[in-house]
């Protein structure tokens, strides 16, 4: 599944990031481009981090719309369908502004103290 694998690589982004504090929320940015399942991928993310370090947190998904900019008449659309049409002058030389993402964009970790007062 799609989304079991989106959430997979997540993981081992907010481990590398965190080093074994406890994380209370994961925000993502995805992209409308991604046809990502929001329910599906929230599920997933669920079964994924059940009775693992990352149990409990919660996963936050920020959506990017699509924006295409057209080479030729210069405007700006966005996009509500996967098909990289100006809705001006519907022309087909556009450029993708944003909708593709995939990423963490932040991860919250438990604040019990500061991890740099720490004396080892
Ligand atoms: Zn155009």
Known sequence: MHELSLCSAIADTVRE?????????????????RQVVPDTLLFCWGFITD???????ELVVDHIPARISCRACGATTEIDR??????????TDVELISGDEFLVESIDVESVREPTQEIH
């Not at 080093?19 to 994961?26: F, T, Y």
């Not at 009775?51 to 947190?57: H, I, K, P, R, V």
């Open 17 to 33: 990031h965190t080093a074994g504090r406890r994380v209370e929320r994961v925000t993502l940015q995805i992209g409308y481009l």
């Open 51 to 57: 009775g693992t370090d990352l149990a409990g947190s």
């Open 82 to 91: 996967p098909i990289l049409v100006c809705g001006s002058c519907d022309g």
